[in-house]
């Protein structure tokens, strides 16, 4: 088993230093080949979300394609990719930082009825208003991941 540091998906998916970039792709190539056993974190995750949106300034649309991109190489190991997966789909629907979108799907996750913060606007997210919307957003993310994906090559990522 190999661990992932955020440096490697960087130079993968940037491509600005050819060496360290050839070196991150023959990683994947092997790991997506079944010769390799990979693993990442989800601080990984958004280590890089915060670099794509502070040092790069992408937009949120192409930080969500970047980030799908990586939480579909199922051929690294990640715990909590389903629920980083369910935050990002609340990170595309509602105006909230990709942090309060993992909290809210975390929470969500959990079954807890109550969400206590200061923050208006992640609190009317999850207000009791919106419960027929959050039951069907867990349905709609239950029949997801019944359907059976199929597993992301290599190509398709960069």
Known sequence: MVFVDTNYFLRFLIDDDPQQAEEAKKLF???ARGNLDLVTSTIVVFEIYWVFKSYYQKTKD???????????????????????????DLF??????????????????????TFKTFDVKLAGVF????????????????????????????????
Do not use: G, H
């Open 29 to 31: 190539l092997d790991a």
């Open 62 to 88: 192409e930080i969500i394609k970047i980030l799908q991109k990586v939480l579909t190489m199922n051929f690294v190991s990640l715990d909590e990719r389903d629920l980083l997966l369910q935050a990002l």
């Open 92 to 113: 595309k629907a509602e105006n909230l930082s990709l942090e309060d979108c993992y909290n809210l799907s975390f929470a969500l996750n959990k079954k807890t009825k």
């Open 127 to 158: 207000s009791s208003e919106q419960e027929t919307q959050w039951e069907e957003f867990e349905m709609s993310r239950s029949k997801k991941k019944t359907k059976k994906e199929k597993p992301n090559k290599l190509k398709d990522v960069n």
